[in-house]
């Protein structure tokens, strides 16, 4: 991948997650310690940045680096949910897992259906 599509991807990315975490550009960039001129040249692809500052951003916006650095794909969003379930106790994954499990015995597997 040359570092152009790279800087585009996580660009997109980081400007995705971030609408759907209600951020403004400056509260994410105050929240990640960093400028909002930064931000607003990594969300148009213009820049890159140090892996602290990924994570930082990752971290600010509840998502895993994968989320940033790749394009949408079942891995990244599996890796999100991940993430979204590291701090919960026990009791709240089991009560996920049993909503997780409804839901794929309820809805039918759109790639087996013809």
Same mark, same amino acid.
């Given at each position: 991948?040359?570092?152009?599509?790279?800087?585009?991807?996580?660009?997109?990315?980081?400007?995705?997650?971030?609408?759907? +975490?209600?951020?403004?550009?400056?509260?994410?960039?105050?929240?990640?310690?960093?400028?909002?001129?930064?931000?607003?040249?990594?969300?148009?692809?213009?820049?890159?940045?140090?892996? !602290?500052?990924?994570?930082?951003? +990752?971290?600010?916006?509840?998502?895993?680096?994968? +989320?940033?650095?790749?394009?949408?794909?079942?891995?990244?969003?599996?890796?999100?949910? !991940?993430?979204?379930?590291?701090?919960?106790?026990?009791?709240?994954?089991?009560?996920?897992?049993?909503?997780?499990?409804?839901?794929?015995?309820?809805?039918?597997?759109?790639?087996? !259906?013809?």
């Amino acid at each position: 991948m040359s570092e152009e599509s790279l800087t585009a991807i996580v660009g997109a990315n980081i400007e995705k997650c971030r609408t759907k +975490a209600g951020l403004t550009q400056s509260e994410l960039a105050e929240k990640a310690g960093v400028g909002v001129a930064f931000i607003s040249r990594v969300e148009r692809g213009q820049k890159l940045m140090k892996l !602290q500052t990924l994570r930082r951003i +990752a971290e600010v916006l509840n998502v895993s680096c994968d +989320a940033l650095l790749y394009p949408e794909s079942k891995k990244t969003s599996i890796a999100n949910i !991940q993430k979204l379930l590291e701090e919960k106790s026990p009791e709240f994954i089991s009560s996920v897992e049993h909503v997780i499990r409804a839901c794929v015995e309820h809805f039918p597997d759109n790639d087996n !259906q013809k």
